[in-house]
């Protein structure tokens, strides 16, 4: 197959269609149209299914993407390989909110220092979407909350948390669930994993919450807990540099909940230099 097929192809994957994908390569949309028919035409099977306008993906077209992504990765790799082996260009980093506050600045401007000519982007998000974005190849290697367990990843310890509860000032002692009041959660969409674990604290009570309020933001959700609103989840790391930690008061959780590893997960056998420059950062200690 040829590469510059497979990128026209991961181009309308991505961009969910001809037109869009066609404006993102900068070719007609005849083009576009004619090179993914003549890459059906060579496999012998159709990539999406085709609802007017709309375009889906076939079952075989689900199957070539996640192909095409790996061949195109090693491509690039390949080049840079053969080019300099130096680590350059850019480099997608996901990180979980938390971390990214509490534990990235020194070590993200460590590696700038070291590494000047890549460049970096920082996409912060909940473990399971940044986990989504990495097999995708949206992003190069994520920093989120273990365990994962996906053949197709490679995933290794970088940071250990310790997960708190955050109640408003006051609050008396929490040693089980039933004790907080209100049970109103302060948290952010699903997907988050710490997010689960509170909720999974909480089933082991028995105890449902009375609300959910999902909130964009730590700095809001403390806000919010401070003014009584409920409670949260949060590494003791990110409580030590908010201003407004003072005004609510931290509770442990039992010992089988609170310590949540930090994963560097990148896709496994991508192993470019960029990308093992950072991990040599972030696993630095």
């Known amino acids: 197959m040829d590469l510059d097929d497979l990128r026209i192809f991961r181009a309308v ?3 969910g269609g001809i037109t869009r994908a066609a404006a993102r390569l900068n070719r007609v949309q005849s083009n576009v149209t004619t ?3 003549q890459l059906e035409a060579h496999l012998g099977v159709p990539l999406f299914v085709r609802e007017g306008r709309r375009l889906s993906l076939a079952p075989a077209g689900a199957v070539l993407s996640d192909y095409a992504e790996r061949l195109l990765e090693l491509a690039d790799q390949a080049r840079a390989a053969v080019a300099d082996a130096a680590p350059r260009g850019r480099l997608r980093l996901g990180s979980m909110e938390s971390t990214a506050a ?15 000519d890549v460049q970096l982007e920082l996409h912060t998000g909940a473990t399971a979407p940044l986990l989504a974005q990495l097999r995708a190849g949206e992003l190069d290697c994520v920093l989120v909350c273990g365990p994962v367990a996906d053949a197709r990843l490679c995933a290794e ?4 948390e310790t997960l708190a509860l955050i109640a408003p000032a006051g609050h ?7 004790d907080v009041r209100p049970l109103t959660l302060l948290t952010f969409a699903p997907g988050c994993a710490y997010r689960h674990r509170l909720e999974q604290w909480l089933a082991s009570d028995g105890v449902l919450p ?8 730590y700095h809001a959700m403390l806000g919010c807990v401070a003014a009584g609103m409920g409670i949260a989840l949060a590494p003791l790391s990110l ?3 908010m201003a407004a930690s003072h005004a609510v008061s931290v509770h442990p959780l039992p010992a089988e909940h609170a310590p ?18 950072l991990r040599e950062v972030m696993l630095a200690g």
Do not use: K, N, Q
């Open 13 to 15: 994957v991505r961009e």
């Open 35 to 37: 090179r993914i028919r």
């Open 102 to 116: 509490a534990r990235l600045p020194t070590r993200l401007a460590a590696f700038h220092e070291r590494y000047p």
């Open 157 to 160: 310890p970088a940071f250990m």
């Open 172 to 178: 008396p002692p929490i040693t089980r669930a039933r």
């Open 210 to 217: 009375e609300r959910v309020i999902e909130l964009a933001s």
């Open 239 to 241: 409580l030590d540099g």
């Open 260 to 277: 949540a590893p930090t994963l560097l997960v990148r896709r496994a056998g991508v192993d470019s230099p960029t990308v093992m420059a």
